[in-house]
């Protein structure tokens, strides 16, 4: 999964960012009422999220660094 991520374009990150983060939200309510099979994967979905945003903003630094040398 970490290296899938990587392969990814900017705007297809933001797309599975947005994507995690409606699961998780709907996980949270899952495992207030108790019906969550799997109590782990709110860990990892919050790890996944993590790693899009680092990505992300890997690529806005080297988009914006890369538009400031030209100029």
């Known amino acids: 999964m970490k290296n ?3 392969e990814l374009k ?3 990150l933001v ?6 983060r409606k699961k998780y939200f709907d996980l949270r309510f ?7 099979e799997n109590p782990l994967q ?3 979905i919050r ?3 993590a790693r899009l945003n680092t990505l992300i903003c890997q690529r806005e630094r080297v ?7 030209k100029a």
Request: hydrophobic share 40%.
């Open 4 to 6: 899938s991520f990587k």
């Open 47 to 49: 790890r996944q999220i």
């Open 42 to 44: 709110k860990r990892t």
């Open 30 to 36: 899952q495992m207030v009422i108790g019906h969550v």
């Open 10 to 12: 900017l705007e297809e």
């Open 63 to 69: 988009a914006h660094d890369g538009a400031g040398a």
């Open 15 to 20: 797309a599975k960012r947005e994507e995690l």
